[in-house]
């Protein structure tokens, strides 16, 4: 196997984790790039592992992310994979939000995206992957999530721009949209056992999605066997969205 650059934004939690250690205990090198710099430190420590590599940034930062794509320069020379996991989210009403939520919605999940594609890109090898966290929700909408659902259908529109703006350099670019996955984010929305029993009486596999799910999709779609996958949305959700009721 030949070992692979690979950077991951929003690396040091949840989904993100899972990707940059199944990545990391595979031999490749990796680039763990997160805001939060106590939960790096503690994934990079606790891997065990001497081939995954801490970079604080806060993607909704135009000039941070400049510098992450500088250090990454530095560090590893050129990528070849990117995966944009970073996000946040939390439950308001459209008649309660205010413009700081959107904002800040949009900086990290949206604009972020943006900056940390238009960075990294320059550096990125022919043959190469970009795949793009967003969410089922941009598909379905959800009530309380108007800055989070737009935000990730932003990334549907953008990742599909992506397509036909870089034409034909071997790099496929797609979406991952799960649904509801296993994690702290979940917690924040889902908190209590019984609000996770009802969304799993809503799946038709049975179970709640899993951080690891999600990884086995990144890795289908950077790999080998996903190159010809490109442009494309990939739902993750159990067959929640489109079961009959
Ligand atoms: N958990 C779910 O059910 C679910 C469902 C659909 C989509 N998603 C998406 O999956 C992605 C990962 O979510 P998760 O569940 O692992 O959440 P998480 O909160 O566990 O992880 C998100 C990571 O992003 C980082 N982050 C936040 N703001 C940042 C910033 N400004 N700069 C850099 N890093 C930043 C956090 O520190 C954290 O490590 C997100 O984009 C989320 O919207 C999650």
Redesign the pocket.
Known sequence: MKEKNILI??G?????KEIALNFGAEGHHVAV????KN?LNKVITESGLNNLFPFE????SWESVKSLANEIQEKFGTIHTLVY?????RTVNFLDIDWATWKKTMA??LH?LFYSIKSIYPLMEPGGSVVI?G???AITGSGGGIHYTSSKGGAFGLMRSLVKDLGNNNININVVA????E????DVLYPTDESKECLRKEIPIGRLGT?KDVCNAVKYLSGDEGKYVHGQILLLDGGRTYKSS
Do not use: E, Q, W
């Open positions: 934004i929003g040091a939690n949840g989904i993100g790039a997160d805001i939060n939960m940034v806060d993607a909704g996991s970073a996000g946040i989210t990290v999940n972020g966290i969410s089922g929700s799960p649904r509801v996955i994690s702290d984010m979940l951080p």
